[in-house]
């Protein structure tokens, strides 16, 4: 096997302008882990933090960027018995995406579903094992209950508005435009709120009754802080996943205490090993089969060659897309 590759690297700068195609060496996996022939990779916001320096590799994982990819089986480590060489995969990965191949533990891959393609597949981990980890184990959010989502047409939201309709919750999202809140209730959200014409709190409140939800998932961060807590009923859940705007400001706690408030967040990257199969493991169960199904499905909004690894993070920067950005690593 040629142990040349070629992967996206970037300058020192951070800027989506230092990302270019170079030479490296190939990964090996090593025990419990798997080789995959990468033809898909994900972009997610994260990429766009660790490359502006903001968000660094966790000990031990690549440098190289890309936290989710989809392609083949090229090679198994020691110890790996549930994949064969040549299976079609979509993977969680620590890094190492941006890449023609690709290293990842073989317990954070999944088959690719019936009737998706690659690219389609590729877009399906990062956001999914979020959005479970966040809402169902830590948000424990179930049927009958309200969810409101931040960033509804991301694809961090679009997995939301899926999860809250599978489990049979109302569900509401803020989004940036009217295009945006179009589709969001096309896609399955009972209400979508442009954040720019309307205060989302007050049409919560409106559309339940003053009641609010039980849970609100949050990428924003610190502008939205009290409001969150506004808008959260008794005994509800704030869930943070990232911040967007800040994780510094001022907060009364006081609705916390009056409302029996969880306040909680996370982050997938540093997640152990067995953490992360567990989520994988729910997935397989309860969720892949229905996108198997067509019940649920990803929204891709644009499909950028390896080489153009810039011009996905220019878009993903903009905030202009819909759903997914993909790159295509092998035609």
């Known amino acids: 096997m040629n142990d040349a590759m070629q ?74 018995t549930e994949w ?20 990842a533990p073989a317990a954070h891959a999944l088959p690719v579903p019936a009737g998706l393609d690659l690219a389609q597949a590729a877009a399906l981990p990062e956001t999914w094992f979020t959005v479970w980890a966040n809402l169902v184990d830590l948000g424990h959010l179930k049927r009958g209950e309200r969810l409101l989502a931040h960033g509804g047409s991301s694809g961090i939201g679009l997995t939301a508005i899926q999860l809250a309709r599978h489990l049979g919750v109302e569900c509401f999202v803020t989004v940036g435009s009217e295009e945006k809140a179009r589709f969001c209730r096309d896609f399955g959200a009972a209400h979508a709120i442009n954040y720019r014409e309307a205060d989302f709190a007050a049409q919560v409140k409106a559309a339940t009754g003053g009641e609010g939800v039980d849970v609100v998932l949050d990428m924003v961060g610190a502008p939205y802080w009290q409001k969150n807590l506004s808008v959260l009923r008794r005994d509800g859940r704030l869930v943070l996943i990232a911040f967007l705007q ?11 205490m009056l409302k029996r408030l969880t306040v909680t967040g996370s982050t997938m990257r540093p997640r152990s090993v067995a953490e992360k199969a567990a989520i994988r493991q729910a997935l397989l169960e309860r969720i892949w089969p229905e996108i198997a199904a067509g019940r649920l499905r990803p929204h891709i909004h644009a499909v950028f060659p390896l080489a153009e690894a810039g011009e996905a993070h220019r878009l993903m920067e903009s905030g202009a897309h819909i759903g997914k950005i993909v790159l295509r690593v092998r035609p």
Do not use: W
Not at 84 to 103: F, H, I, M, S
Not at 246 to 256: F, T, Y
């Open 246 to 256: 800040g994780s510094r400001g001022e907060l009364d706690l006081m609705p916390v």
């Open 7 to 80: 992967q996206i690297v970037y300058g020192d700068d951070g800027r989506p302008e230092s990302m270019r195609l170079a030479g490296g060496e190939r990964p090996r996996p090593g025990a419990g882990e798997i080789l995959i022939e990468v033809h898909c990779a994900g972009v997610n916001r994260p990429d766009v933090l660790q490359r502006s320096g903001q968000y660094p590799p966790p000990p031990g994982a690549s440098k190289i960027l890309g936290l989710e990819v989809a392609g083949t089986v090229a090679a198994l480590g020691a110890g790996v």
């Open 84 to 103: 064969a060489l040549g299976d079609r995969v979509t993977a969680l990965t620590p890094g190492g995406g941006y890449a023609e191949y690709c290293v």
